[in-house]
């Protein structure tokens, strides 16, 4: 505990009874409360996958989290993620601590005004966003894995912020937490083609797409610039990039503070972000 600090303009990280954690400069400016949490604190919930002790561990990390950060477990909601690019609202007040539950199956993104509501979803590497409209009110947090980022979940994101709450797009800050980085984001042929055929549209497939050399089998190796990918998805759909706040922190770079599947493995923890009106 207490390795090292990853504070930078964009993020602070705190450690509060036991828990380490990054808030967004930002946010915490806005009084939005929220929190990326770190390494050793983990948050795998997944029914069938994780064991019944994994499982308690998890919802107990959960319920001293959301103490830690002053919002109520009672009222989170964590969609399933199940690398889609399905958004959801949340439109009424859960009366328990509602994870992966069937209201907001393959969802993996969730937003809503309602007051006391906390959106919860969990990482390791994928890309998490927190949006946040602080006109009308209204939050999100969506998860973008490479899968997610290419079916475009961020504009579905700002979308249903608009659609189901008449947010303006210019008003909306977002959030980005740490996740695999270019750096470390190694691709074959076949995520490579998808990425140029989803987004050969946009001119930029040269900032996005880096070719590193070939590997020991011969093929090709490239390097995807997700979080790119996702500012310039944001901006399609005029967010603007001075409210697009990136803490710029690779997972697996900072293996040794933050969950990360390509550091750790299979068995990985997950870290979550949290945010709440
Ligand atoms: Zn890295």
Same mark, same amino acid.
């Given at each position: 505990m207490g390795l090292r600090d990853l504070s930078n303009e964009v993020v602070i990280h705190k450690r509060e009874n036991g828990f380490e954690f990054l808030q967004f400069r930002k946010l915490l400016e806005l009084g939005v409360k929220h929190a990326y949490s770190l390494k050793p604190h983990f948050f795998n919930t997944r029914p069938g996958v994780v064991s019944s002790e994994t499982y308690s561990a998890a919802v107990d990390n959960y319920a001293r989290f959301c103490n830690v950060i002053g919002v109520d477990v009672n009222k989170l909601v964590k969609p399933n993620q199940t690398h889609t690019n399905c958004v959801k609202i949340v439109d009424n007040l859960p009366g328990k601590m509602s994870i992966e539950e069937d209201m907001f199956k393959d969802v993996d993104g969730l937003v809503t005004n309602i007051e006391g509501v906390s959106l919860a979803s969990v990482n390791a590497d994928c890309i998490l966003l927190l949006f946040y409209d602080?006109?009308?009110r209204v939050i999100g947090n969506v998860h973008s894995g490479w899968r997610g980022t290419f079916a475009k979940i961020a504009a579905n994101g700002v979308n249903k912020m608009v659609q189901s /709450?008449?947010? #303006?797009?210019?008003?909306i800050i977002v959030c980005i937490c740490p996740s695999i980085r270019k750096c470390h984001f190694e691709v074959k042929e076949d995520v490579k083609k998808l990425c140029e055929d989803t987004?050969? /549209?946009? #001119?930029?497939l040269n900032d996005f797409i880096e070719y590193i050399g070939k590997d020991i089998d011969g093929t090709g190796k490239w390097r995807i610039d997700t979080v790119l990918v996702t500012k310039v998805l944001l901006q399609e759909c005029e967010i603007k990039e001075n409210n697009i706040y990136d803490c710029g922190i690779c997972s697996v770079c900072n293996k040794d503070i933050i969950h990360s599947y390509r550091g750790d493995g299979k068995d990985a923890g997950r870290g979550t972000a949290i945010i709440s009106l």
């Open positions: 602080p006109v009308k /709450y008449g947010c #303006n797009p210019e008003d987004f050969g /549209y946009t #001119n930029r």
